[in-house]
């Protein structure tokens, strides 16, 4: 079928109620809704966006008003949720964007859409590359304003600093770009209710721990499970990694459930709790937008800690590069608490050098200086 661009705020449903939220709206926070919708039916499917919200909901496709982006097999069976990459404060690695959409792949992925302060988030659709641009599909209707992303969003910077997160699909396997020499070629992914990679050895940590990440920017962290304001340990970013400290299998069950609460411990080390309606497991995320100029702000980190700035960097027993000494393959963006002396920031970014570092998990590992950025 041809295509047909479709737009969140559109009348025809724009004031429907998002997924099982209470009064958020698709014209006002649908952004991801309506892309996924594009992406689906780009690849043969037909629904608009008030039926791909009642068949999500249907196919247990939210937490609440966040969408859980890796259901789209449900209503689009030929359509899998391939891989996600979360780029917040760095870089977004464009050579994998580029690689999958040569694939055929499409890319869903989150901005900043005002340069006012804060992050209002918004989701879009890439599908073809553009010189040093991209040809999108914005789902909030701007006809006056440029079709691509850095005409659009220029504001923020050049492609790779306008993006934040980026979610491709396909019907395929997803391409990846080109080994270097300094990773392995990245993982499989599963298009299953996962998006844990599957290799030998592990590619994360975190298998049997559930690791979870706030829905909201500044999220509270607390001493104690119950809100007051003289129990704030600290406001934890968005992208933040925390580990559920409470049983994992009966935690899981409480994801997104109000009045519950989860004991963590973030990439610190420091412990508390956190709303459970706050946050989305990091294994089957639930998305969305939201504004956070009004948020409260993220603490600045006390410790230093780094994010890997490639996909698949090793952390090995030893600084050194042999098979012996692999621990694991750590995904682009994985936050990393250095444990060694102060003068480690002097090693960020610089070849041969390598960093004593430790994984939210508690494992610890050396990885290449080279491979990772300040976070």
Request: aromatic fraction near 8%; charge should be neutral; glycine fraction near 8%.
């Amino acid at each position: 079928m041809a295509f047909t661009q479709l737009y969140q705020n559109d009348p025809r449903w724009e004031n429907k109620i998002m997924g099982n939220g209470r009064t958020e709206t698709i014209g006002k926070l649908g952004c991801l809704v309506t892309s996924l919708t594009m992406i689906g039916n780009h690849f043969g499917g037909n629904e608009t966006v008030a039926s791909f919200n009642d068949k999500m909901k249907q196919n247990e496709g939210f937490q609440g008003p966040w969408v859980r982006a890796f259901r789209i097999n449900a209503i689009f069976p030929n359509v899998s949720y391939q891989k996600r990459i979360e780029c917040d404060k760095q870089d977004a690695p464009l050579d994998e964007l580029d690689a999958a959409l040569a694939g055929g792949s499409l890319a869903t992925v989150r901005v900043d859409y005002s340069p006012a302060a804060g992050i209002q988030s918004h989701w879009i659709v890439l599908h073809q590359k553009d010189g040093d641009d991209y040809q999108m599909w914005d789902p909030y209707n701007s006809p006056e304003k440029p079709p691509t992303l850095v005409g659009r969003f220029g504001f923020a910077g050049n492609a790779a600093q306008i993006i934040q997160e980026m979610i491709f699909f396909g019907t395929g396997t997803l391409k990846e770009p080109k080994a270097t020499s300094v990773s392995k070629p990245a993982p499989a992914t599963t298009t299953t209710t996962t998006t844990t990679a599957v290799s030998t050895p592990a590619d994360s940590d975190d298998s049997e721990s559930l690791i979870v990440s706030p829905t909201v920017n500044g999220l509270t962290l607390r001493d104690q499970p119950r809100i007051s304001g003289s129990n704030v340990l600290k406001y934890l970013p968005q992208s933040s990694k925390l580990v559920v400290l409470n049983d994992a299998d009966t935690a899981r069950t409480k994801v997104g459930k109000r009045n519950n609460w989860f004991h963590v411990r973030e990439i610190e080390g420091k412990e508390g709790y956190v709303a459970a309606w706050y946050v989305t497991a990091v294994s089957d995320p639930a998305l969305g937008s939201h504004k956070t100029s009004q948020a409260n702000k993220p603490s600045s980190p006390s410790k230093l800690v780094v994010k890997t700035s490639a996909a698949s960097v090793s952390l090995r027993t030893e600084p050194r590069i042999a098979s012996s000494t692999l621990i694991s393959y750590l995904n682009f963006g994985t936050e990393l608490l250095v444990i060694e002396e102060d003068s480690a920031a002097s090693k960020i970014g610089q070849q041969g050098q390598w960093l004593n570092v430790q994984t939210v998990t508690g494992r610890k590992g050396y990885v290449a200086a080279w491979l990772v950025t300040k976070a």
